[in-house]
């Protein structure tokens, strides 16, 4: 009855709204906007609001939403070409698209992925904004249903999803998952403020010590940019760099981007259906929708007869993820619209800007449905159009960017090293952004290697903190309500959602379980001698076993901030002592000693050490001479030497690069990291 | 109407000017020219938080405001509870920016502070402060537990078990806490949450029954609810007057203060050491939560130019109406009333500190001094 009554006049007032020429212009404009930002990974919708944020202040309401939601909705789309040129995951919404769409590249179908990519988002944006228009009245009540027994259950089963993930030895997989939790919880505990894998002294020691450094840093964890680019690009990067030749090795194939979208459609259905996850799962807050597209890859492979192919090019792992990504944008605008909690740091800002428009009277929260039902609508739907939009401008663009994948490598990775330590370095502005980069990117490059799931890593990563809070305040709220009566808890805990969503996970985490071995998520990779693999497996276990007596020492008062960390590194030092002990007994054939440089000896034209050594001069400069003369010794050298370019070459690379770095940080208003030289000579601007 | 309006614009106007000159005259100085330049203010939080939609409020209309119209842009320096910048803020000398860098701190960034945190190498009394905004915070009740008070006495909430979803005992969440504590509730604090947002939804989803928001949130966020009779507001921490006496909060003129809750609960008083500490912290956590300064050496005419901008700004004649839903009715303090509100949110009695420190240890087991 509330739809007919209240839902279809707002609707009309919604397209009255937005059915304007000088609104859908400024639409197009943050479209334009947002694909110039989000092409680059780790610069997604905080970067491009903050951009528009001046700008925003007295502005006439519907205009301004239309220029940032034209920003915010395109970033899902525009990412999706970092993640499959370059195997880069634009964001956190785009990693699983890196496991299929980057294979793809490589065998000559980029255009082909993009465009089934492209297809999906667009898609799952529709179905999104559909979705939406029916379940924004009765979404209240429900969304209030998901408590934290809930939410814990929801983060475990994204957590689930490592089984399909974890590869052909499925206790890797677990190991590598606990590794990325471990990660996860270094720094700060939620609870009481314990630090963990920090020794608690160094708070104590003097400012401007490498001690005090370090704690300022990784206090606060680490951040999911810096461990996103670290386990996925560099690895990519220095791998490519490596073998000296172009992404793809064959011409784009023919029928590019309309097979793409013939893709798509043959597989209508699994894109409805991740479109559901993606706006279901996008709906519920606390999540931020960094679980989404570990879901619906999860789903594609479940529900796909003819496994083998995933991790080499499936185009259904593309389809999936980036089905529900947009979809999800859409869901996150329920707990941002309605509760005035924002679903992930872009909502954040947009809450924020909101206030700053028109005279102030759109007031994000409980009020939004009653007071603004008009504008919530004209919200939704302004989030459709501009993906269709995105999409066409992207799909337009597709055939010609995908012609980066045949460019020699040698020309392209300096170009993308800037990239991600710009990205990286956005996160802290701190030259420990850097390294961090680089000590994740060296645990990438092992865990490639020796055939350990980064992606079970990254899973483990992302849902480390939601898994540590909910399961503690479940426990605490939980103990509460079972001292008023054992009823009273035990229908808190076992609610009828926590219940499906145990049987969803005990189905999927067996089903997977079983599927697992077919599935390889990063290619085949052969089998090696022992030495290699054996002393990478001692090194995760003594930082397992670190990990471990470092929560041992946490004091019985701050138990909280300890439970976890010690019950998720005691499973894993024993999943590590199992790993052991079948090294030793285990023939060196078995996939237990998978070794890439075995795979890839004959490709390899450039030891691993060297390839490494620029990137991490490159680091060394900076801490000398700051970013910006770093790059430009860095880019100069690299093209001369390693690309065996003439000096002219390399000296107009190297001016465009830094000029376009520079042109970047100015926009954004960002400065460089200072090295040691910028503390003893006052330097202007970019050199700062 | 307009003609009205017009009179009131021309007044507020001539005051202004009459202001900005008042305080020139007599600091004697002349101010400092910012045309082409840009000005960085540093906020030691991220974009997301209650700091940076305060700081996005002000910064345009401070360009507006300040001689020649400089750029001025919001920098997000998060890390370490704020402590990170405000570290990095107490390095920098007035010389490298000559009042293009200002720095944006906040309640918690004053705690810590005044606790004697170990992460703490900033001292506020080297830096300038030139503005300082005032809010407060209300806590509130589902309607069942509501219903149990006598009047205002608090004692039959005694028996009940509270929960509350807060972000730590160290931060602004002490003032509720202890406030709780001494009405003689017993409320057992959920950490872990992101956010105030977040507390105000485990509220909402019923697995916390006591919450407190700041003003401005608590005006967007619980008014909702408490018309659609699922929250009743239980007190306000009420408001500074002159003498420094607590009084209603002109936001919520209705609602009592905790004093008067406190005042008509038998186990809660209004003297004494528990009741010195809670209100030095609450002087420290409200009434002045949020403070623009220039670095440290600033020079007095860079002090005087940003004076005036900021009193130019409150004396827009739309101040009250553009400010009212974002800052809320509260006193936005220039010159030496800020100066005054400084010196009461960064000194609290060593007898306020000593106490506020023991009982995070006795109660949560938080140890500062290591």
């Known amino acids: 009855m509330d739809f007919f009554t209240l839902a279809l006049p707002a609707l009309g007032d919604a397209a009255g709204l937005i059915l304007q020429p000088v609104v859908l212009g400024y639409l197009v404009m943050g479209v334009v906007m947002g694909l110039c930002v989000g092409v680059f990974p780790g610069l997604g919708g905080i970067a491009g609001l903050s951009l528009l944020l001046p700008f925003m202040f007295g502005m006439d309401p519907v205009l301004g939403l239309a220029l940032m939601i034209g920003m915010v909705a395109v970033v899902p789309t525009s990412d999706t070409f970092a993640s499959v040129l370059m195997g880069i995951p634009g964001s956190s919404a785009s990693q699983a698209t890196v496991l299929d769409g980057f294979p793809m590249a490589k065998k000559g179908e980029a255009a082909r992925a993009l465009s089934a990519a492209f297809a999906s988002s667009l898609f799952g944006g529709l179905v999104g904004a559909a979705f939406l228009t029916l379940f924004i009245l009765v979404a209240r009540p429900i969304v209030l249903e998901f408590r934290t027994p809930e939410l814990l259950m929801i983060t475990i089963f994204g957590l689930s999803m490592v089984g399909i993930l974890a590869g052909r030895v499925a206790l890797k997989g677990l190991v590598a998952a606990a590794l990325g939790m471990l990660v996860g919880v270094i720094g700060e505990g939620a609870f009481e403020g314990e630090l963990r894998m920090i020794p608690s002294d160094w708070v104590y020691a003097d400012s401007g010590t490498a001690a005090f450094t370090v704690y300022q840093y990784m206090g606060d964890g680490l951040k999911l940019v810096i461990v996103g680019l670290g386990i996925f690009a560099i690895p990519e990067i220095v791998a490519l760099l490596r073998q000296d030749r172009s992404i793809s090795d064959r011409s784009p194939l023919g029928g590019g981007w309309l097979s793409g979208v013939r893709d798509w459609f043959a597989n209508i259905w699994l894109s409805v259906r991740c479109s559901i996850i993606g706006v279901v799962v996008g709906v519920i807050p606390g999540l931020g929708g960094s679980v989404v597209d570990w879901i619906a890859y999860g789903h594609a492979v479940q529900t796909t007869k003819d496994k083998s192919k995933f991790g080499s090019g499936e185009i259904r792992g593309v389809i999936g993820p980036e089905s529900s990504n947009n979809a999800k944008e859409g869901g996150g605008l329920v707990p941002t619209l309605l509760f005035g909690i924002p679903g992930s740091g872009s909502m954040a800002i947009f809450i924020g800007a909101i206030a700053l428009l028109g005279s102030g009277n759109i007031e994000v929260g409980p009020s939004m449905l009653q007071n603004n039902l008009d504008i919530t609508y004209a919200i939704v739907w302004l989030l459709a159009l501009a993906n269709v939009v995105g999409t066409l401008i992207c799909i337009a663009a597709s055939g010609g960017i995908a012609r980066l994948t045949t460019i020699p490598f040698g020309l392209l990775a300096p170009f993308l090293f800037m990239i991600i330590s710009f990205a990286a370095f956005q996160s802290g502005q701190n030259l420990m952004d850097l390294v961090a980069l680089l000590g994740i990117g060296l645990l990438g490059i092992m865990m490639r290697r020796f055939d350990w799931s980064r992606p079970a890593f990254l899973i483990g990563f992302v849902l480390s903190n939601p898994a540590e809070n909910y399961a503690n305040q479940a426990v605490q709220i939980a103990q509460s309500r079972f001292r008023k009566s054992m009823g009273e808890g035990m229908e808190y805990i076992f609610s009828p959602i926590v219940i499906v969503l145990l049987i969803i996970t005990v189905i999927s985490v067996v089903v997977g379980l079983r599927q697992a071995k077919q599935i390889m998520a990063e290619g085949e990779v052969q089998a090696g001698t022992k030495r290699a693999p054996f002393i990478f497996l001692l090194v995760v276990l003594a930082f397992l076993v670190t990990a471990f007596a470092n929560a041992w020492t946490i004091p019985d008062y701050a138990w909280r901030d300890r439970v976890f960390p010690m019950f998720v590194a005691g499973i894993a030092v024993v999943g590590a002592l199992v790993l052991v002990v079948q090294m030793m007994i285990r023939e060196e054939a078995h996939p237990l000693f998978a070794d890439r440089e075995v795979t890839d000896a004959e490709v390899n034209s450039h030891g691993l050490w060297s390839t490494l050594a620029w990137f991490a001069g490159l680091l060394a400069l900076t801490a000398m001479l700051g970013f910006i003369l770093a790059l430009g010794l860095f880019l100069f050298a690299f093209i001369k030497v390693r690309a065996g370019r003439s000096a002219g070459f390399a000296a107009a690379y190297t001016v465009a690069g830094i000029a376009f770095m520079c042109g970047m940080a100015a926009l954004l208003n960002r400065d460089f990291p200072p090295g040691l030289l910028q503390s003893y000579v006052d330097l202007p601007w970019p050199l700062t | ?370």
């Not at chain 2, 509270?162 to 504590?181: C, H, K, M, N």
């Not at chain 2, 130019?312 to 400010?323: C, L, M, T, V, W």
């Not at chain 2, 303090?333 to 100066?339: F, K, L, R, S």
């Open chain 2, 1 to 370: 109407m307009t003609l009205n309006k017009t009179a009131r614009g021309a007044a507020l106007g001539a005051a202004v000017v009459a202001a900005s000159f008042a305080t020139q005259t007599v600091a004697g100085g002349h101010g400092i020219d910012l045309t082409g330049k840009t000005v960085e203010w540093v906020i030691p939080f991220s974009e997301t938080g209650g700091s940076a939609k305060w700081a996005n409020f002000y910064a345009p209309l401070l360009s507006e405001a300040l001689p020649g119209q400089p750029t001025v842009v919001v920098k997000f320096m998060p890390g370490a509870g704020s402590t990170k910048g405000a570290n990095w803020f107490q390095e920098q000398s007035y010389d490298d920016s000559e009042g293009t860098l200002i720095f944006g701190s906040s309640g918690s960034t004053q705690f810590p502070y005044l606790l004697g945190d170990p992460r703490v190498r900033y001292e506020y009394n080297d830096w300038n402060v030139v503005l300082a905004s005032g809010t407060g915070g209300v806590a509130y009740l589902p309607p069942a537990m509501s219903a149990k008070m006598d009047g205002m006495d608090a004692t039959a909430l005694q028996g009940e078990d509270f929960i509350y979803g807060s972000q730590g005992a160290t931060r602004l969440d002490l003032v509720p806490l202890l406030a709780w504590e001494m009405l003689g509730l017993n409320v057992e604090p959920v950490f872990g949450i992101k956010g105030r947002g977040d507390g105000r939804l485990m509220f909402e989803r019923g697995e916390a029954n006591i919450d407190y928001q700041t003003s401005s949130s608590y005006l967007k966020g619980v008014t909702p609810l408490v018309e659609a009779g699922t929250a009743v507001p239980m007190m306000s921490w009420g408001a500074l007057d002159a003498d420094g006496n607590i009084v209603r909060d002109p936001t919520f003129p209705d609602m009592p203060t905790f004093k008067e809750v406190c005042d008509a609960t038998p186990a809660c008083e209004t003297s004494g050491e528990k009741w010195d500490a809670w209100k030095a912290f609450f002087i420290a956590g409200f009434p002045a939560q949020k403070m623009v300064f220039l670095p440290a050496g600033a020079s007095n005419d860079a002090i005087v130019t940003y004076t005036a901008a900021f009193e130019a700004i409150k004396a827009r004649g739309d101040f009250a109406e553009i400010s009212g839903a974002r800052l809320g009715k509260y006193p936005q303090m220039t010159g030496d009333e800020a100066a005054g509100a400084l010196n009461s949110a960064t000194n609290v009695p060593d007898a306020a500190k000593t106490f506020v420190v023991d009982w995070l240890k006795d109660r949560y087991g938080v140890s500062l001094d290591g």
